[in-house]
């Protein structure tokens, strides 16, 4: 089965995630001084972003790769409540089954970032457990739902926050294998007995040396912790996601295999196990092959650790990523997310970072040109192609003559050429913003004040570049020529 064929069966699926809700909280800005009150950095505050995290991100992760999701939960009766279930409801994941309770309030990581990098994190929570009349109310709601419209799989997420007791986690085990539906854990805390009869459980290289006592160091200590972690939990699969060392696992009775990570600059770790668990359960659900689907996990997580914060993936930009992965130039195609931290990073080195675009269908001299003109104006390259589906929205059957594929495959062998981004939409003005170029460079086909992103690059200092196009040379009349020289 291919691929594609497994991504476009996420929509289908049904999900009931359960576990430690919490509120993220991320603050960035810029640090210039030390504060004279103590030798700590002052941080110029200049944006806040919210979003769910523990168990709503997991939720968040499986929505956006496409599937329906149910979240259960217990959560404060504050104003962080009110805010994260107005997040949770506008990616339209399903809330019904979250309780709210005074007695606790609700969780939140409240994250400090300059530059790129988290300096402090605040927290506020109370780990303890919850009453048992508060984990039985949160079980009916469980069979209620599970009664009405049963989900394929249940996750649960234990974040170690006092909802996931020993014997509540029995309980939920219990339910879905009275209702045949599969269970996956993303554990916490030395206890993975408590998650014994789940089918699959993914703790990370941290939590699996807790649990075993012994740090996992080379092939045969993780043949040793894979083992005694499936011997604990009688978990049909184990894996542990490892970082940079990729995710090794297992399945009962069978042999260790490890998929490596790709190389590259991790920018932030949140929330990576909870994207590796929502594109591993998904792809389990939707392929017959396990090495697969922790194939696809692994990417979902290379994805989300090159950005700052808790994030989430989507089909698009797995498709994306692994067309990138698969394709001989890969130093050169990067995704939407990647290409725009490639040029932050570079204009912080004081390069120019210069952008234009088109579908580039039937390479030519006017092409080439365009290109080569565009490249003085600054130190960088970055071209946006249309792809395929784009291309033929825009000019219509047959087109495009040439494939994405073989289109990147040109423009990737061109030593003017630094960066390509494939782009879906019918403008690349989502790009442009993504990416806030120092200058956008068109041919002289197109007037200054209809290039698209004018308005937006001038808003911030950039400016958009014409240079003159070989008259009498386009894909158009290409084509017309040939039709005549073959009538």
Known sequence: MSITSVLEKFKSLRVFVIGDIMLDKFISGTVQRISTEAPVPILLAAHERLSPGGSGNVAANLKSLGSSVGLFGVIGKDHDSETLLSLLKELQIEVEG????????????TRLIADNQQIARVDRENPFPWPDQITDTLLDLLKSSVNENPPQIIIISDYAKGLITDKFST???QLAKDNAILVAVDPKGRDFAKYSGTDVITPNRSEAEALCGFPINDENSLNKALREIAGITQADTVLITRGKDGISFMEQGGGVKTV????????????AGDTVLSAFVLSYLSSDSLEESVKIANIAAGLVVSRVGTSTVTVEELEDEIRRLDSKHNEKLLTKYQISDVAAAKRQQGKKIVFTNGCFDLFHYGHLTLLNESRRFGDILIVGINNDSSVKRLKGNPRPLVSQNDRVAVLCALECVDYIVLFGEDTPLE????LRPDVIVKGSDYHPDSVVGKDFVESYGGKVEI?????GLSTSQLIDKIRENSS
């Open 467 to 471: 240079v003159p196009i070989v008259e």
């Open 431 to 434: 790009l442009i913003k993504t």
């Open 98 to 109: 979250i309780i709210r309770n005074p007695d606790k309030p609700t969780i939140t990581k």
């Open 260 to 271: 490596s990570s790709e190389a590259r600059e991790v920018f932030d770790v949140t929330g």
């Open 171 to 173: 309980e939920l085990i």
